[in-house]
């Protein structure tokens, strides 16, 4: 059948015409592939438009049009546009084929004769290729209207609870004992200083009795399979060693054990908690969990004083790891940050120096539920510092560690100058390099601290030493710095520094986001399928990314994009189907010659043998369309929809201008 | 126009990481040399080495392999298939006299277009040294101008490795 195709050549504003002459593109088109079929060829200014999309339709019901192609931007720009386009016209979708002439053209280049030839070649590639196309159907899928939300920090509670709240069911699987992540371990939260524990509690407590969520803490995804709206998941659901249904959270097993262990999580090291715990008063679930690893029972085979006194005997030593399957349709991440470790910036003496603390220890220290009940003293536990230094930017915003700015530091340097002011009263120094206090009320707060007498120096610190040159350096430790709006070095001697050290990606975020098919940027945070317009979303559709996980962002941004991802989650689960894309890879039996060579190649155990009739046969419902296994074919018995190797080849061929007309040499 | 060689290439991108770098390129407005152009696969492991071949016979004087890092692929590990498929390729071209520089395997995440961009203008400068490929010059085919430079010695890359 001859094809009649349609060149549609977009000058998106100046943003392709300024570069490539597209009305020459779309004449040239008309005339030198007028053999292939194209049967009219047209350029408008904004194809996108409604007006630019009637246009196309128009021409597909008026003329007959059996192909589209669109010579415009990306196609993960616009290729659904398009297809939308020609399905209203009554064409099949999947036979409109986007030539990107502004991405890969117009944006790159600047010679304008280049330019336009090579979208000519881009064009001729596109109608070669579009000719081979063939209808596909979307295929559609039941949506398993349960979510699974993993980390239970704030976006990942608000989340959860938004789905829940709005009737469906969620599953949070944290992997601490409890949940409330980062910000249970906060005083104060920036700049209005709420009570951290007091606007996060209630949230915590809400997702744990909330009818619609089954809350797993201690508990960890170990294997994810399937697609959208129909994930299986594994969950482990570590061995607590207390049994949930007898024990009353009374605390007595806490109390009586004797073994005490740091507290490197919730006390981020400057506390104790006990081999038997829960990690804060308000946890929730308010069961303890038995760390096995620190348990005298389990190191030396005696003890079992916390069974001697519970008193509903929930105790239960023999309880074993349980593998918990569940089937959902989406997933939200909010698997969060990890504090940058700032003993790798070792010219700031921590670790070393023992009055230098991480922000996360000062949020312990200045936490009234902490280890010091909120006094701000020295690593001694009993000293008031009388001078503290603020070091902002720590791990961030420098080459040696991480280039991109963690957003929070700034305004927690500002929280902290802040809280040591008002209960030290000691003189306070914020060493910043760039004061970046966007957002509603945050300078406002930044002028607060300003009033009250902080002092801010600009310029990156040296070092952090407590080798004293001067008498008055005796015993202190000295910030030494360029103060540049002064244009002076500084040695300023401190009682305490605190680092207000930047975000990182959770240590294990690439494994994670392999075990769900999700990628990471090179900085380690999930990426998002689009940094304006969908943050939330992935590049694997049904998985959503929130919180820290996406990257650096403080409480009300987190709080948001939980809400988000929940809107989306809740929009998939009304729709109650979904549509799949159908780029799928079949075998044609006849052909297949049972060698298995592309059983192994596939990722997704899609492809199984069938050893009766020698061929091997492929899934379409875990076929996630890669076509490894169709470049692997030795007897070329793989297809891959959408991705023939007709239309590979053909794509090749017209692009290097192969299906031009023969013309005079 | 100058006389210099403006080779043309043929660019295998992945939908999920390279070919978002050549888009992040495009939007980020690096400008880079032109003479690639590019076909979209969902994966780089959908490469079959028969398409390197066939842009290579039929007009293209290099081609460029682009996928995600490994460890970072979409299908989990197909890359790393890909990898695999371009260290054998390269020594069956130097079997065919073709030198394996004309295939350049390039990692791009999508979040790097600057890469993409810089990588793209090495690959052509590198052609550009090796000259025009004329592998198809005896067809009849329309781009087939012979500029002479196709007499290019093979000597030491028949020499495949053991």
Known sequence: MTEKIGVYVCHCGSNIAGVVDVEDVAKWAAEKLGHQGVVVARDYKFMCSSLGQELIEKDIKELGLTRVVVAACSPHLHEKTFRIAAQNAGLNPYLVELASIREQVSWVHTDKAVATAKSKAVVSGAVSRVIENAPLDEIKVPINPNTLVVGGGIAGIQSALEIANAGFHVYLVEREPSIGGHMAQFDKTFPTLDCSACILTPRMVEAGTHPNITLLTWSEVVNVAGYVGNFNVTIKKKARFINEELCTGCGICQEKCPKKVIDDVYEAGLGYRKAVYTPFAQAVPNFPVMDKENCIYFEKGTCKACEKFCPTNAIDFNQQDELINIDVGNIVLATGYDLFDARRVSNYGYGRLPNVFTSLEFERLSNAAGPTTGNIVLRDGKTVPKSVGIIHCVGSRDRNFNNYCSVICCMQGLKFAHLVHERTGATVYNFYIDMRTAYKAYDEFYQRVLEEGTLFVRGKVAEVTDAARYSNERGKLIIQTEDTLAGKQRRIPVDMVILSSGLEPRHDAREVGKLFGISCSMDGWFTEKHPKLDPVSTMTEGIYIVGCAQGPKDIPSSVAQGAAASARVLDKILQKEVALEPIKATVNKEMCSGCRICNGLCPFNAIAFLADDNVSEINPALCQGCGTCVAACPAGAISGTGFSNEQIIAQIDGLLMRNLEPVEA | ?162
């Not at chain 2, 290439?9 to 992040?24: P, V």
């Not at chain 2, 490469?47 to 299908?75: K, Q, W």
Request: proline share 5%; charged share 25%.
């Open chain 2, 1 to 162: 126009m100058t006389d210099q060689f403006e080779p043309t290439i043929i660019g295998f991108t992945c939908n999920w990481c390279s070919y978002r770098a050549s888009d992040l390129a495009g939007t980020a407005r690096m400008k880079y040399a032109p003479n690639v152009r590019l076909i979209r696969l969902m994966c780089s492991g959908r490469l079959d080495p028969t398409f390197v071949l066939r842009a290579l016979s039929e007009g293209a004087d290099g081609v460029m392999i682009t996928g995600c890092h490994p460890g970072e692929c979409h299908y989990i590990e197909q890359n790393y298939k890909a990898l695999r498929r371009f260290l054998l390729l390269r020594r069956v071209l130097t079997g065919l006299g073709i030198e394996p520089g004309r295939v350049k395997l390039v990692w791009a995440s999508a979040a790097e277009g600057a890469r993409f961009a810089s990588e793209t203008t090495t690959f052509v400068e590198e052609i550009r040294k090796l000259g025009p490929l004329n592998w198809g010059k005896d067809d009849d085919g329309p781009q087939t101008a012979d500029d002479g430079k196709s007499s290019i010695v093979h000597g030491q890359e028949m020499e495949v490795p053991a």
